[in-house]
């Protein structure tokens, strides 16, 4: 592990007003008790948060389980390892023994909690704004190839092209209750798939909205392996 943090601050594009900060963000706890999963839970947060507002101002009119989807997508350990490699952040990680033997600086699980650390350490020394402009800067290229039409099709479509191209039965939907009065109801409606163990179920002020609620439910459940 090398202590020069000159290159990776230039690849980050920050440098640490107290440097320390980092030496612990790159420190595994096979290293010892001074290391950095207290920074690894503070900046899986910040990350969480900066690219979930990114893809809310991106996508408008997605709905909650594409925004989520999305962002999982982005945020995930693999990911997360992918931009820490591309960073060289193994070459400045500080291993227990046994870690550098085994080839831990390559790990994709420990760089992506030392890049999540990182982001971790920059909140602390330089501010939200700070993390944010790293976490963006760092994404730009990953939030650019976010292909908008297709996510951005409303859920029955995604769902119904999903299970086409899979060369399954397609869902069916049914109104299970309606509420209010003819100029404010409230539709409750629930979509079957058959590869789904129960249906799902949305609830809106129209009955299509219902609808795209469940289909999005439903397309979240299948696609989540």
């Given at each position: 592990?090398?202590?020069?943090?000159?290159?990776?601050?230039?690849?980050?594009?920050?440098?640490?007003?107290?440097?320390?900060?980092?030496?612990?963000?790159l420190?595994?706890?096979?290293?010892?008790?001074?290391?950095?999963?207290?920074?690894?839970?503070?900046?899986d947060?910040?990350?969480?948060?900066?690219?979930?507002?990114?893809?809310?101002?991106?996508?408008?009119?997605?709905?909650?389980g594409?925004?989520?989807?999305?962002?999982?997508?982005?945020v995930?350990?693999?990911?997360?390892?992918?931009i820490?490699?591309?960073?060289?952040l193994?070459?400045?990680?500080?291993?227990?023994?046994?870690?550098?033997?085994?080839?831990?600086?390559?790990?994709?699980?420990?760089?992506?909690?030392?890049?999540?650390?990182?982001?971790?350490?920059?909140y602390?020394d330089?501010?939200?704004?700070?993390?944010?402009?790293?976490?963006?800067?760092?994404?730009?290229?990953?939030?650019g190839?976010?292909?908008?039409?297709?996510?951005?099709?409303?859920?029955?479509?995604?769902?119904q092209?999903?299970?086409?191209?899979?060369?399954?039965?397609?869902?069916?939907?049914?109104?299970?209750?309606?509420?209010?009065?003819?100029?404010?109801?409230?539709f409750?409606?629930?979509?079957?798939?058959?590869?789904l163990?129960?249906?799902?179920?949305?609830?809106?002020?129209?009955?299509?909205?219902?609808?795209?609620?469940a289909?999005?439910?439903?397309?979240?459940?299948?696609?989540?392996?």
């Open positions: 592990m090398s202590d020069d943090f000159g290159r990776l601050a230039e690849r980050l594009g920050y440098r640490f007003n107290d440097p320390e900060r980092l030496r612990v963000a420190t595994h706890c096979s290293f010892g008790a001074a290391n950095n999963e207290r920074l690894e839970f503070l900046g947060g910040a990350v969480n948060f900066v690219i979930a507002s990114a893809l809310f101002q991106r996508f408008p009119e997605a709905p909650e594409t925004l989520s989807r999305l962002r999982a997508s982005l995930k350990g693999e990911t997360l390892a992918e820490a490699a591309g960073l060289k193994g070459d400045y990680l500080r291993l227990g023994s046994g870690e550098l033997k085994s080839g831990g600086f390559r790990r994709a699980s420990i760089l992506a909690d030392a890049m999540e650390a990182v982001f971790g350490a920059v602390l330089g501010g939200f704004e700070a993390v944010r402009g790293l976490i963006l800067a760092l994404y730009e290229e990953r939030l190839r976010v292909n908008a039409e297709r996510e951005l099709k409303d859920p029955k479509t995604r769902l092209e999903w299970l086409q191209g899979r060369r399954l039965e397609l869902p069916r939907y049914e109104v299970i209750d309606v509420i209010g009065a003819a100029h404010d109801q409230t409750h409606v629930r979509c079957l798939v058959n590869e163990p129960a249906p799902t179920e949305g609830k809106a002020n129209s009955r299509r909205r219902a609808e795209q609620k289909a999005d439910k439903a397309l979240a459940q299948l696609t989540a392996s």
